[in-house]
Each structure stands twice: as C-alpha cells, then as structure tokens.
C-alpha cells in the first residue's frame, strides 16, 4: 500500500425494487469516484434511477444469497476503497470527510455506526457498528447467505488490529415497520436463515439471528430458546455475543423472569461492564422486585459507562441508554419512594439530554404537580424545557399536560404557543369544554366542520372526526339541548343513526318506557359517549344515560372510577354487587376498592370471580396473591401477639415468614396491578368513604 497515494473511494449496493427508496441513498453519494449497484431483478425503475445518478449498474439473477451478490460488485470494483451501503440507508457523513479519514491511513478497514431508526418517537433508535468501509483489490470477500459480512475475511488476513473504528454515520430507515411490512423481511429473512441453518447446522450467528427474526415476529418463546442455544454455542470473542445476552433480557423482563435475568448477568457485567444495556437492564429487574437501591446503583452505572477512562466497545444499543433513560427510571423511583424533589432534578437532567423524551417531560411535570406547583407554571416550565418551535415540542406539551389532567392550562396556552393541529385538536377542544369555554368549542368546530380540510389537504381523519361528533353531542345534552339533525348531514352515517337515536331517547319525559329503536345495551358508541361525558365530568349527563339505559350502569361505574371518582363508582359498584351483575373490569375494580380499604378477605372473593373471567389477567392474579399474602400477614402478625401476650418471644422462622411475606407484597405492589390515577384523579378520592 501507498500511504501518500490518494485515495479513491468507490460505493457498492444491492438493489431489487427499491425505485422509493434509491433517490434518497444515492444523493448523499455525491463525490464517490465510482458508485457499483448489483440488481437482482428489479421490475420497477430502480436500474433506471440508479444510472441517472451515474451508477454502474451489473445486473444479475437472485441466488437467494446476499453474499454472493455482493462479490459480484467487488468484481468489477477499480477503487481503492470501498464503502457498503444498503438503499434504504442514507450516508451521514460526506464522501470528501471519508477521503480525509483514508488519506495516509494504515488500516485495512473501519467500522461505521449505523442509525437504525425504528420508530416515530425521536428516540426510537438502535445503534450498531459494522465493518463497511475496506480496501478494494485485497481479495476480500463477503461471507454468509443473509447477514453478510466481510469482516471474517480481513481477519483472516490480518487480525483485528487492522479494523479501526471510524466516525463515519449511516442511518437506516430499513427497520421501520411499514418497509418492513412492504418489504415482508421478517418472512424473507426467515427463510434466508433456516436454509442457512439447514447446510450448516453450527452456524452460531445464524441462530442468532434467527432468534431476532421470531422476536421481531412476535414468537418470543422461540425466540428465547434460540437466544440460549446461541449464548451456549458462540465464542466468547464472538462480537455478538453481547447482543445475545442483552436481547435475552428483554425477553425475560417482558416474560417477568427476573431471576433468571439476575443470574445471566451477574455472571456477563463482569465481562461487559462498559455495555450500558445490560446495567440498565439490571436496574429494571431490581426495580420490579422492588429493590430500589440496587436498582438505582444499576442505573447509574449505565450513565457512568458514558465517562469511562477506556473506550467503550461498539456494542448494540438503543439511544439514551446511558443518559436519558437510566435517569428518567432513577427520577421514577425517587418519585415512588415521595421525593418529588430528587426526582423533578433527575427528570430534569433527563431531559437536558432528550427534550422530547415524553416519559421524562410527563416525569417532571407530575413531580411539581405533587409538589402544589400551578398548573400555570408547569406549562411554562414545559415551554422552557422543550421550545414550541417544532410541533413534536407543540404535541409533548399539550399531551402531557392533558395526562395530568391540567386542562385550564391548556385552555390558557396562547394561540402562538398552540395553534390548532390534528395532533392535539383533541386535546385542546376536550380542555375547551372542561374548563367551561363552550363557545370556543362551538365556534372551532363550526369551522372545521365549513372547512375540512383547515388542518390538512387531506381533512380531518374519521376517527377525529366522529371524536368532534360526539363532543358536540355530549355539550348539547350536558346544556339541556336537541341535536339539530341538519348540522349532523355530514358525519359518518353509523355515528349519525346512533347518536340521533340516543338524542331522541334523551328527550322523552323519564317516565316514558324506553323506545324499541333506542341503541341496544351493548351498544359500543353509547359505551363510548358514557365515558366521554365522565371525561368531561358531565357526571349528571351520564347519569341520565344510564337511566335511560340501565344496561350500561356497569359502563358509567368503571368509568367514574377509572377517572377517580370513587365513591361515586363505589356506590354504582355495590349495586351491581348487589343484584349479581358485577361482571368484566367491575369485579376488578370492586377487589381494588376493598384492597385499598383493608377489606383482603372480601377483595379475595371478587378477585377469584375477576380471575373465573379472565384467567389470564395478570392485574387479577397479582391482585389476588396480594390478598392472600396479606390475610398470611395478618395471621402471622396475630401470631406474634399471642406470643408476646404469653412473655415469649417470637421464633427466629416466625419472624423470617413475616419478613417474607412483607417482601413478597412490596415486590408485587411495584408491579402494573392497580388502576394508576393521576394527581388530579386521586384529589377526587381523597375523602373516600363506602
């Protein structure tokens, strides 16, 4: 080699039907001295495309072999670097800052991090740094029918002091579900590996592989037995190896084994202690079981892997992994534990690293709402923290402070700051009718209605649309009003019918008997109206509903409490106990109610009612155990008295049976199992009493 030459830096792709895609990759090629597209076939306009950006185009048959397509290219290659792109990547960095990097330089080949987008949330990404740029004219070939890689090669050769890492950026839009979806990868890939597997059975990264595919399937089981068939086969050097064990951890948390997750890794931190996934993932496991201080010990081990004196090897991770997120879940425990104040500050610095980061953004806020804070000036906090220029920052603050329930706030937000848009009309119009401000509403919606198309060329989507119909519907009942029937000619004809027969139902004289057309009681739009008029606490509106449709009593309960008015739903509660019709979320909700008040033994029963129902509703069955780890408590706790009344002292296994059970119930009360009510839902029951 010639370290003073200059290099020349060619480009190589395989294309088959990516004419939507290819524009988008090529154009950032600009300054490559020869751009090498290999087709397999394409039947759009993809050769075409490629050739108006001066590519040189081999076209050839599909193998069903990426490798194989791929030395194809390399055969006809004259440059003397070559650089791997797919079409639905696009190169970051520019090709003359990637000749800089190769001018004088002694490596063989470099790693690029590449940005996998998976999402629409800004931090829905996953990075990973495989060896794409390499010296043309060595010999080396790809290997491996799916997953290809040429890396082995310049090992062979060289060993891996050859590779360097390199700051060269790729991001790949090929992860996202709707190319996923038109591209059918998961199904093409399958098939790639399991032929793969088929001719050569101890092909570890194959396995592997294919355990990401069935997980990306959804088949987490299989999933899970390849991921430990992979961790049992692959070389400790293997440098997927870490990947194995950390998407064998996310299953495992997903599943609630965290006993096994603990055991892997305390076993693997200590051979990948600069992987911040792992930590991060240990922090979960410890805070599921309630284990606040390890976890929180875990989590900012995740953060500390960011200022570590060596460098951190370039493993696979989803962004925020060593900032962000381990902060976000730190300010959460420190808010479960009642220090809102510890936890505002590490929400804060959360969001110092992710402004857009919604758990965080929604952290904070609910952290000053605990602390009394007005509702005003969390919204202006939120303004600061994230900026109104972009409209995700419009859409985080609307949304979050709708969540907390601060609906004067948005209804005070100034128009500059909240502009009308799709994404939070209905938050704003929802916040309008709260607050009181009736006409505004009326005077919006009249204008969406004369105007459709006011938000966006293509109009309001039906969904919005029929949300819009029924506000209307619920402000004109809540004021004593009569739908006017021409101002409902056009919305959706099945939502017209309905909502015009509950009109007519609403206006007879209540004793009159309900008429044979009104909607049936399992009727799942007067469901929906019931709970929009709880929304908006047109508690009286939904009463009458109720009246006029006994049927859907269990409706207006579940969604009095379910919006925190408690005694309220109580009340509804008892009734349906009483006559026997307690049935679906109502039995779920009767065992939380006298879980909350003490009452375990009586919970108990309408929790194996709940469970009868829904064997497998993981709420139930935690809520259940809860019961009866409570009633063991008790009797153990009884136990203890009578001892201590006869002047004994309790039993060394008495107290370490209590100590248990009180374990067991701390861990299960930080699992999902209760309804979660925000501050604002919780005010209303705070002077509960049934």
Not at 311 to 316: E, L, Q
């Amino acid at each position: 080699m010639n370290p003073s030459a200059k290099p020349t830096l060619g480009v190589q792709l395989i294309v088959n039907n990516e004419a939507e895609l290819l524009p988008r990759c090529l154009a950032s090629l600009q300054g490559a001295d020869e751009i090498i597209v290999v087709d397999t076939g394409s039947t759009d306009p993809s050769v075409e495309i490629a050739r108006r950006y001066g590519a040189t185009v081999i076209e050839t048959h599909w193998n069903n072999h990426f490798s194989e397509a791929r030395n194809t290219g390399l055969s006809h290659a004259s440059s003397s670097w070559i650089l791997v792109l797919d079409a639905d990547e696009v190169l970051q960095t520019s090709i003359e800052s990637i000749k800089e990097i190769l001018r004088g330089s002694t490596a063989e080949a470099y790693t690029v991090r590449i940005e996998n987008l998976l999402g629409s949330r800004p931090e829905d990404r996953l990075y990973h740094s495989p060896v794409r740029l390499f010296r043309g004219g060595q010999g080396y070939l790809f290997s491996g029918r799916i997953h290809e890689s040429v890396e082995s090669s310049i090992l062979i050769k060289h060993g891996s002091a050859a590779i360097e890492a390199s700051p060269i950026e790729i991001l790949h839009f090929g992860y996202l579900p709707p190319v996923m979806s038109a591209k059918h990868k998961i199904s093409r890939n399958e098939q790639l590996l399991r032929l793969t597997l088929a001719e050569e059975p101890d092909d570890v990264f194959a396995r592997y592989n294919l355990a990401v595919t069935c997980c990306q399937d959804g088949r987490l089981e299989e999933a899970r037995e390849l991921l430990l068939q992979s961790l049992t086969l692959a070389p400790l050097q293997a440098s997927y190896r870490p990947s194995i064990i950390r998407d064998l951890c996310k299953i495992d948390l997903a599943a609630g084994h965290v006993k096994a997750v603990d055991s892997l890794l305390t076993r693997e931190l200590t051979r990948y202690g600069d992987y911040p996934d792992l930590h991060y993932m240990q922090g979960q496991s410890w805070e599921s079981q309630g284990l606040y201080d390890p976890a929180v010990q875990s989590y900012q081990h995740a953060i500390d892997t960011m200022s570590a004196p060596a460098p951190r090897r370039a493993y696979v991770t989803e962004q925020g992994m060593d900032s962000f997120r381990p902060l976000h879940r730190m300010g959460a425990i420190f808010q479960q534990l009642g220090k809102q104040k510890e936890a505002a500050q590490l929400f804060h610095r959360a969001l110092q690293q992710h402004s857009l980061y919604l758990p965080a953004l929604e952290g904070i806020a609910s952290a000053f709402q605990e602390l009394e804070v007005p509702e005003g000036e969390i919204a202006a906090l939120l303004i600061q923290l994230t900026g109104t220029a972009q409209r995700a920052a419009r859409t985080a603050i609307i949304g979050t402070l709708y969540r907390l329930g601060a609906y004067k706030a948005i209804a005070e937000l100034p128009p500059a700051v909240c502009p009308l848009e799709e994404d939070t009309l209905l938050f704003l119009l929802s916040s309008w009718i709260i607050t009181g401000k009736y006409h505004t509403f009326r005077k919006t919606a009249a204008k969406l209605r004369a105007n459709p198309t006011q938000l966006s060329p293509e109009g309001l989507n039906a969904e919005t649309i029929q949300q819009l119909c029924l506000l209307e519907a619920i402000l004109t009942w809540e004021l004593g009003g009569k739908l006017q029937e021409e101002l409902w000619l056009q919305s959706p004809a099945e939502v017209r019918s309905a909502v015009l027969e509950i009109d007519r139902e609403l206006s007879l004289d209540s004793t009159e008997p309900q008429a044979e057309f009104a909607p049936s009681g399992d009727s799942p739009l007067l469901a929906e109206v019931i709970r929009l008029a709880v929304k908006h606490q047109f508690i009286a509106l939904g009463k009458r509903l109720v009246g006029r449709f006994p049927a859907h009593t269990s409706t207006l309960a579940e969604a009095l409490y379910e919006e925190g008015w408690r005694a309220e739903a109580g009340e509804l509660f008892i009734g349906l106990a009483g006559s026997k019709e307690a049935s679906g979320a109502t039995l779920r909700y009767l065992g939380e109610l006298l879980i909350d008040k003490g009452h375990y033994a009586e919970a108990a029963g309408w929790y194996r009612l709940a469970l009868g129902e829904s064997p497998a509703d993981d709420a139930v069955s935690t809520g259940l155990a809860l019961c009866y780890l409570h009633l063991a408590e008790q009797r153990l706790a009884e136990a203890v008295e009578r001892l201590q009344g006869k002047g004994q002292q309790p039993h060394g296994p008495l107290q370490e049976d209590r100590a248990a059970v009180a374990q067991s119930i701390a861990v299960l009360r930080c699992t999902p199992w209760h309804t979660k009510w925000n501050y604002t839902q919780r005010q209303r029951g705070v002077d509960l009493s049934l």
